[in-house]
Protein backbone atom coordinates (compact mmCIF):
# COMPACT_ATOMS: atom_id res chain seq x y z
CA UNK A 1 0.00 0.00 0.00
CA UNK A 2 1.34 3.69 -0.76
CA UNK A 3 0.19 6.47 0.49
CA UNK A 4 -1.04 8.97 -1.68
CA UNK A 5 -2.51 12.52 -1.31
CA UNK A 6 -3.61 11.63 2.14
CA UNK A 7 -5.03 7.95 1.46
CA UNK A 8 -3.26 4.40 1.32
CA UNK A 9 -3.72 3.03 -2.16
CA UNK A 10 -2.52 -0.07 -3.73
CA UNK A 11 0.71 -0.14 -5.11
CA UNK A 12 -0.85 -1.02 -8.87
CA UNK A 13 -3.30 1.92 -8.49
CA UNK A 14 -0.58 4.62 -7.10
CA UNK A 15 -0.19 6.61 -9.80
CA UNK A 16 1.09 10.05 -10.21
CA UNK A 17 -0.11 12.45 -13.45
CA UNK A 18 2.39 12.63 -16.85
CA UNK A 19 1.96 16.33 -15.83
CA UNK A 20 3.40 16.00 -12.29
CA UNK A 21 5.72 18.64 -12.19
CA UNK A 22 7.63 16.09 -10.39
CA UNK A 23 8.11 14.01 -13.23
CA UNK A 24 8.43 17.18 -16.30
CA UNK A 25 10.63 19.02 -13.91
CA UNK A 26 12.21 17.18 -10.91
CA UNK A 27 10.61 20.05 -9.17
CA UNK A 28 10.39 18.79 -5.93
CA UNK A 29 11.98 16.72 -1.99
CA UNK A 30 12.29 14.17 -0.64
CA UNK A 31 13.56 12.18 2.61
CA UNK A 32 14.52 8.21 2.72
CA UNK A 33 14.24 7.12 6.77
CA UNK A 34 15.13 3.81 8.21
CA UNK A 35 12.41 1.88 10.22
CA UNK A 36 13.98 -0.89 13.18
CA UNK A 37 11.53 -2.93 14.59
CA UNK A 38 8.21 -1.35 13.41
CA UNK A 39 9.95 2.02 15.10
CA UNK A 40 11.04 5.06 12.18
CA UNK A 41 14.52 6.19 13.88
CA UNK A 42 14.72 9.65 13.99
CA UNK A 43 11.25 10.27 12.02
CA UNK A 44 10.99 13.75 13.67
CA UNK A 45 14.41 14.91 11.84
CA UNK A 46 13.77 13.72 8.51
CA UNK A 47 10.38 15.47 8.60
CA UNK A 48 11.99 18.65 9.95
CA UNK A 49 14.32 18.34 6.81
CA UNK A 50 11.36 17.69 4.59
CA UNK A 51 9.89 20.81 5.93
CA UNK A 52 13.40 22.71 5.28
CA UNK A 53 14.04 21.39 2.04
CA UNK A 54 10.66 23.07 1.05
CA UNK A 55 11.36 25.99 2.38
CA UNK A 56 13.88 26.13 0.57
CA UNK A 57 12.12 25.52 -2.47
CA UNK A 58 9.38 27.43 -2.14
CA UNK A 59 7.04 24.48 -1.80
CA UNK A 60 4.08 24.53 0.91
CA UNK A 61 4.05 20.73 2.13
CA UNK A 62 -0.15 20.55 2.77
CA UNK A 63 0.43 18.60 5.69
CA UNK A 64 1.57 19.27 8.97
CA UNK A 65 4.39 17.44 11.26
CA UNK A 66 2.20 15.78 13.03
CA UNK A 67 -0.01 14.42 10.13
CA UNK A 68 3.27 13.25 8.39
CA UNK A 69 4.50 11.53 11.22
CA UNK A 70 1.46 9.61 11.51
CA UNK A 71 1.03 9.29 7.92
CA UNK A 72 4.56 7.27 8.01
CA UNK A 73 3.24 4.63 10.39
CA UNK A 74 0.07 4.23 8.92
CA UNK A 75 2.27 3.35 5.81
CA UNK A 76 4.37 0.98 7.72
CA UNK A 77 1.76 -0.88 9.75
CA UNK A 78 -0.38 -1.40 6.31
CA UNK A 79 2.57 -2.94 5.25
CA UNK A 80 3.10 -5.04 8.06
CA UNK A 81 6.59 -4.03 8.19
CA UNK A 82 9.06 -4.47 11.08
CA UNK A 83 12.59 -3.57 9.12
CA UNK A 84 12.36 -1.39 6.63
CA UNK A 85 12.91 1.75 4.39
CA UNK A 86 10.30 4.76 3.97
CA UNK A 87 10.34 7.02 1.17
CA UNK A 88 8.44 10.79 1.47
CA UNK A 89 8.39 12.16 -1.33
CA UNK A 90 6.44 15.61 -2.39
CA UNK A 91 6.57 17.17 -5.80
CA UNK A 92 4.94 20.24 -7.09
CA UNK A 93 2.39 18.67 -8.21
CA UNK A 94 0.24 18.37 -11.54
CA UNK A 95 -0.08 21.30 -13.63
CA UNK A 96 0.83 22.43 -17.15
CA UNK A 97 3.90 22.79 -19.10
CA UNK A 98 5.87 25.76 -17.59
CA UNK A 99 7.97 26.34 -15.00
CA UNK A 100 6.34 28.86 -12.59
CA UNK A 101 4.97 26.91 -9.44
CA UNK A 102 1.89 28.34 -9.52
CA UNK A 103 0.84 26.46 -12.25
CA UNK A 104 0.36 23.64 -9.55
CA UNK A 105 -2.16 24.46 -7.19
CA UNK A 106 -1.28 21.36 -5.12
CA UNK A 107 1.81 19.37 -4.53
CA UNK A 108 1.73 15.68 -4.84
CA UNK A 109 2.91 14.16 -1.27
CA UNK A 110 3.55 10.12 -1.29
CA UNK A 111 4.67 7.37 1.40
CA UNK A 112 6.49 4.23 0.18
CA UNK A 113 7.53 1.70 2.66
CA UNK A 114 9.04 -1.00 1.56
CA UNK A 115 11.30 -4.18 3.39
CA UNK A 116 14.98 -3.51 4.29
CA UNK A 117 16.68 -5.82 2.73
CA UNK A 118 20.49 -4.61 3.82
CA UNK A 119 23.81 -4.50 2.46
CA UNK A 120 25.83 -7.64 1.77
CA UNK A 121 27.96 -8.24 4.88
CA UNK A 122 31.15 -8.52 3.49
CA UNK A 123 30.76 -5.34 2.36
CA UNK A 124 31.12 -4.61 6.47
CA UNK A 125 33.51 -7.00 7.38
CA UNK A 126 36.14 -6.04 4.49
CA UNK A 127 34.92 -2.43 3.32
CA UNK A 128 33.77 -0.63 0.16
CA UNK A 129 35.80 0.86 -2.47
CA UNK A 130 35.29 4.57 -3.30
CA UNK A 131 36.06 6.27 -6.77
CA UNK A 132 36.78 9.95 -6.60
CA UNK A 133 35.00 11.25 -9.72
CA UNK A 134 35.20 14.07 -12.04
CA UNK A 135 31.19 14.91 -11.79
CA UNK A 136 31.28 18.09 -9.41
CA UNK A 137 28.73 17.94 -6.24
CA UNK A 138 26.29 21.08 -7.29
CA UNK A 139 27.35 24.68 -6.50
CA UNK A 140 25.59 25.45 -3.28
CA UNK A 141 24.87 29.10 -4.44
CA UNK A 142 22.93 27.06 -7.85
CA UNK A 143 21.37 24.06 -6.25
CA UNK A 144 22.25 23.62 -2.98
CA UNK A 145 22.68 20.00 -1.58
CA UNK A 146 21.24 21.07 1.59
CA UNK A 147 17.80 20.65 -0.32
CA UNK A 148 17.39 16.98 -0.50
CA UNK A 149 15.87 16.87 -4.50
CA UNK A 150 13.88 14.90 -6.38
CA UNK A 151 16.06 15.75 -8.94
CA UNK A 152 18.96 13.41 -8.59
CA UNK A 153 21.10 14.02 -12.04
CA UNK A 154 24.36 15.52 -10.26
CA UNK A 155 24.09 12.34 -8.16
CA UNK A 156 23.15 10.10 -10.85
CA UNK A 157 25.88 11.09 -13.27
CA UNK A 158 28.70 10.08 -10.53
CA UNK A 159 27.50 7.13 -10.18
CA UNK A 160 27.49 6.69 -13.62
CA UNK A 161 31.65 6.95 -13.44
CA UNK A 162 31.84 5.43 -9.99
CA UNK A 163 30.68 2.23 -11.17
CA UNK A 164 32.39 1.84 -14.64
CA UNK A 165 35.24 2.26 -11.92
CA UNK A 166 34.55 -0.59 -9.91
CA UNK A 167 33.29 1.28 -7.45
CA UNK A 168 30.96 0.85 -4.49
CA UNK A 169 30.14 4.76 -3.92
CA UNK A 170 31.66 7.70 -5.52
CA UNK A 171 33.18 11.05 -3.93
CA UNK A 172 32.37 14.14 -5.34
CA UNK A 173 34.39 17.04 -4.73
CA UNK A 174 32.97 20.87 -4.44
CA UNK A 175 33.75 23.43 -7.39
CA UNK A 176 36.86 24.08 -6.00
CA UNK A 177 38.04 20.27 -5.92
CA UNK A 178 37.58 20.23 -1.74
CA UNK A 179 35.63 16.79 -0.72
CA UNK A 180 31.86 17.14 -0.75
CA UNK A 181 29.92 13.96 -0.02
CA UNK A 182 29.07 10.65 -2.36
CA UNK A 183 25.87 10.06 -4.27
CA UNK A 184 23.66 9.16 -1.05
CA UNK A 185 26.57 9.09 1.75
CA UNK A 186 28.65 11.70 3.82
CA UNK A 187 32.15 11.15 4.22
CA UNK A 188 34.15 10.77 7.36
CA UNK A 189 38.19 10.11 7.43
CA UNK A 190 40.16 9.22 10.78
CA UNK A 191 44.03 10.33 10.82
CA UNK A 192 45.87 10.53 14.46
CA UNK A 193 42.60 9.67 16.16
CA UNK A 194 40.70 13.19 14.94
CA UNK A 195 37.99 12.70 12.85
CA UNK A 196 37.57 14.45 9.95
CA UNK A 197 34.12 15.13 7.45
CA UNK A 198 33.60 17.86 5.14
CA UNK A 199 31.67 21.54 6.45
CA UNK A 200 28.38 22.08 5.34
CA UNK A 201 29.21 25.15 3.68
CA UNK A 202 31.50 23.10 1.25
CA UNK A 203 28.48 21.93 -0.57
CA UNK A 204 26.63 18.66 1.27
CA UNK A 205 23.67 17.51 2.56
CA UNK A 206 23.37 17.70 6.23
CA UNK A 207 23.10 14.01 6.85
CA UNK A 208 20.95 12.69 9.93
CA UNK A 209 23.72 10.27 10.54
CA UNK A 210 26.43 12.57 10.00
CA UNK A 211 24.86 14.49 12.55
CA UNK A 212 24.52 11.57 15.28
CA UNK A 213 28.19 10.42 14.63
CA UNK A 214 29.41 14.03 14.82
CA UNK A 215 27.78 14.01 18.46
CA UNK A 216 28.75 10.37 19.23
CA UNK A 217 32.08 10.76 18.59
CA UNK A 218 32.40 13.87 20.66
CA UNK A 219 30.53 12.16 23.61
CA UNK A 220 33.38 9.66 23.32
CA UNK A 221 36.37 12.42 23.80
CA UNK A 222 37.05 12.00 19.70
CA UNK A 223 38.19 14.91 18.36
CA UNK A 224 35.51 16.07 15.29
CA UNK A 225 37.08 18.58 12.94
CA UNK A 226 34.49 19.78 9.71
CA UNK A 227 36.13 21.63 7.66
CA UNK A 228 37.96 21.96 3.60
CA UNK A 229 39.41 18.99 2.42
CA UNK A 230 41.27 18.09 -0.74
CA UNK A 231 41.24 14.88 -2.07
CA UNK A 232 44.94 13.87 -0.68
CA UNK A 233 43.52 14.08 2.46
CA UNK A 234 41.90 10.52 2.02
CA UNK A 235 44.98 8.95 0.05
CA UNK A 236 46.90 9.30 3.35
CA UNK A 237 43.47 8.83 5.86
CA UNK A 238 44.13 5.69 8.35
CA UNK A 239 40.25 5.39 8.18
CA UNK A 240 37.63 6.04 6.12
CA UNK A 241 34.28 5.03 6.47
CA UNK A 242 30.60 7.02 4.77
CA UNK A 243 27.30 6.95 6.26
CA UNK A 244 23.56 7.58 5.14
CA UNK A 245 20.15 6.01 6.74
CA UNK A 246 20.34 3.11 5.46
CA UNK A 247 23.96 2.34 5.30
CA UNK A 248 24.65 3.64 8.96
CA UNK A 249 28.23 3.58 8.89
CA UNK A 250 30.11 2.24 5.60
CA UNK A 251 33.92 1.16 6.28
CA UNK A 252 35.61 2.09 3.30
CA UNK A 253 38.84 0.06 2.36
CA UNK A 254 40.14 0.87 -1.13
CA UNK A 255 40.19 4.65 -2.45
CA UNK A 256 40.71 4.93 -5.83
CA UNK A 257 43.44 2.40 -6.49
CA UNK A 258 45.27 3.28 -3.07
CA UNK A 259 44.14 0.84 -0.01
CA UNK A 260 43.63 1.96 3.59
CA UNK A 261 43.82 -1.33 5.10
CA UNK A 262 42.21 -4.65 4.87
CA UNK A 263 39.85 -4.11 7.22
CA UNK A 264 37.59 -1.66 9.12
CA UNK A 265 39.49 0.51 11.36
CA UNK A 266 39.12 0.37 15.25
CA UNK A 267 37.38 4.06 15.56
CA UNK A 268 34.73 3.42 12.73
CA UNK A 269 34.17 -0.03 14.61
CA UNK A 270 33.56 1.99 18.04
CA UNK A 271 31.19 4.12 16.56
CA UNK A 272 29.36 1.91 14.43
CA UNK A 273 28.71 0.33 17.58
CA UNK A 274 27.43 3.27 19.60
CA UNK A 275 25.27 3.93 16.23
CA UNK A 276 23.36 0.60 16.64
CA UNK A 277 23.30 1.14 20.57
CA UNK A 278 21.98 4.30 20.17
CA UNK A 279 19.41 2.60 17.17
CA UNK A 280 18.68 0.26 20.32
CA UNK A 281 18.08 2.91 23.00
CA UNK A 282 15.45 4.86 20.91
CA UNK A 283 13.28 1.75 19.51
CA UNK A 284 13.22 0.50 23.27
CA UNK A 285 12.12 4.32 24.36
CA UNK A 286 9.14 4.27 21.83
N1 LIG B 1 20.66 9.44 1.02
N2 LIG B 1 24.34 12.90 0.96
C1 LIG B 1 23.42 12.67 0.01
C2 LIG B 1 23.59 13.30 -1.33
C3 LIG B 1 22.31 11.83 0.27
O1 LIG B 1 21.40 11.60 -0.67
C4 LIG B 1 22.20 11.24 1.56
C5 LIG B 1 21.04 10.38 1.93
C6 LIG B 1 23.18 11.51 2.52
C7 LIG B 1 23.11 10.94 3.92
O2 LIG B 1 22.08 11.56 4.65
P1 LIG B 1 21.31 10.82 5.83
O3 LIG B 1 22.32 10.42 6.81
O4 LIG B 1 20.38 11.86 6.35
O5 LIG B 1 20.61 9.62 5.23
C8 LIG B 1 24.23 12.36 2.18
C9 LIG B 1 19.47 8.65 1.29
C10 LIG B 1 19.76 7.45 2.12
C11 LIG B 1 18.82 8.31 -0.02
O6 LIG B 1 19.15 8.93 -0.99
O7 LIG B 1 17.92 7.50 -0.05
Known amino acids: MVFLNNRLVHEKRAMVSVFDHGFLYGDGIYETLRVYNGVAFMVDEHIERLHRSASMISLRI ?47 FVIIAYPFTGHPRINYERGVKLAIVETRRNYRRAIDPRIKSLNFLNNILAKIEAKKRGAFEAIMLN ?11 NIFFIKNKTLFTPAVDVGILDGITRGLIINMAREKGIEVIEGRFRPEELYSAEEIFISSTTMELMPVTMIDDIRIGTKPGRITRILHRAYKEKVEEYVQGF
Open 175 to 185: HRGYIAEGTIS
Open 62 to 108: PLTHAKIRKAVYKTIRANGLDDAVVRISVSRGEGSIGLDPELCPEPT
